[in-house]
């Protein structure tokens, strides 16, 4: 051979060494997974110590745990670095390696206080008032709870997405629809007094639930994609929740369903009448009040709304409240008025104003506070899962606002 053709197949031999040195410190080939062993890419977290490092067909299926990271909140085991395939078993004993998925720990107080608020002429703002949160109350889909909620089976989907609140004697009551259009909404129970979770009911698959009201009766719910109300016996909630031994029940067939003439967005009971209002973003909303006989809702009564609205209540001085929100990164603002007939008079033109941090929902009125949920924390706003970006001021509690630091502070 000569000395050429030598040196030729010799610097190509040395070329295919060097590149697959190169590929082994890229891809890690030296690092063969073999069969039911388990890799954790942990980012910076620790790993429970109830993870297993391999397994076996006997043990099959594992749970896998949560693993913690100071300042973070874990946000689900992955099976690519994209987080793109979730996983929660081991369900058999192919070699995986597995991501931890992290986000930032949400802190309301802090996201009040450091808002960006627009502060126009006249208008309060939340961080300047008296409020607190609901501290010991998880809703639905809160990044800190909603992977053990989806594995305690509180819910039938991880993805909830809270809409709606109300507060009855026994129980406040949040609604919320699934992100997944083939999984169930659900209405869950917090025990009126110390705020633990009770049960969750399963509402309607491919809905966007909206509002929820109590009549003293009964409760009713906004279905904002059928143009329909549902309504469900109040002592049929409180005695299957006192029965039950399941955390979850579906109870979509248990609703008597009735329509209306505009989108029902929020929903209040006032004055023997069940009002509900349509949501528009650009264009004034609508409130219909409707008279309930016991067979069909009838419309009585129609004023505009301004836009934006998500929520609406009254309080015991007969003071209207509208939550308006629009927007993960835009002000949500509470409209406060003296009563219904200014609000039906003079709807742009607030007795007050409250500017507070994005995604304001349903609100309630109780013992001089008003409740505002937010949406949020969400999967789809706290972590931008629909591809439009990440809520910078999230909320994951429940507010509770003084009336009274509104009014006279």
Same mark, same amino acid.
């Given at each position: ?55 076996? !067909? ?55 206080? !450091? ?250 009125? !109780? ?43």
């Amino acid at each position: 051979m000569k000395v050429k053709e030598t040196c030729i197949i010799a610097c190509f031999v040395i070329a295919l060494l060097g590149m697959r040195q190169t590929l082994e410190a890229k891809w890690g080939l030296e690092d063969v997974i073999e069969k039911g062993q388990i890799l954790y890419e942990l980012g910076g977290g620790s790993n429970s110590i109830l993870n297993p490092e391999s397994v076996t !067909e006997d043990e099959l299926p594992i749970l896998l745990k949560n693993p913690k990271r100071e300042g973070y909140l874990f946000g689900g085991w992955y099976l690519d670095e994209n987080w793109e395939e979730r996983i929660y078993r081991i369900e058999d004993t192919g070699g995986k390696r597995l991501y931890a998925k992290w986000n930032l720990c949400i802190e309301p107080n802090r996201n009040v206080q !450091e808002y960006p608020y627009k502060a126009k002429d006249g208008d309060l703002l939340l961080k300047d008032l008296t409020y607190s949160f609901l501290y010991e109350l998880e809703t639905p889909g809160n990044p800190g709870t909603r992977i053990q909620d989806l594995l305690q089976q509180k819910y039938a989907s991880e993805y909830q997405c809270p809409q709606g609140l109300c507060i009855t004697p026994d129980y406040i009551i949040v609604s919320s629809y699934a992100l997944e259009e083939d999984k169930l909404g659900a209405l869950t129970l917090y025990d009126r007094t110390s705020h633990t979770y009770i049960m969750s009911f399963g509402m309607e698959a491919d809905s966007h639930l909206g509002g929820i009201a109590y009549d003293g009766k009964a409760l009713w719910i906004c279905h904002s994609n059928s143009k329909e109300v549902e309504r469900i016996s109040y002592a049929f909630i409180k005695k299957l929740a006192g029965v039950s031994r399941q955390n979850f029940i579906d109870i979509t067939s248990c609703f008597e369903r009735y329509p209306v003439d505009n989108t029902p967005s929020a929903i209040a009971c006032m004055d023997g009448q069940i009002y509900v209002a349509t949501h528009h973003v650009y264009t004034p909303g609508i409130l219909c009040a409707y008279t309930y006989d016991g067979k069909s809702l009838t419309a009585d009564k129609k004023c505009l709304l301004p836009p934006k609205v998500q929520g609406i209540c009254r309080d015991e001085a007969g003071r209207v409240f509208l939550s308006l929100s629009y927007g993960r990164n835009q002000s949500s603002y509470l409209n406060i008025y003296s009563d219904m007939d200014h609000l039906q008079k003079n709807f742009w033109t607030p007795s007050a104003r409250v500017e507070m941090p994005p995604g304001s929902e349903a609100i309630a009125v !109780e013992n001089g506070l008003c409740y505002v949920l937010f949406e949020t924390a969400s999967y789809k706003y706290f972590e931008g899962s629909d591809g439009k970006g990440t809520c910078k001021y999230p909320l994951d509690k429940i507010l509770l606002l003084s009336e009274e630091s509104i009014f006279y502070d």
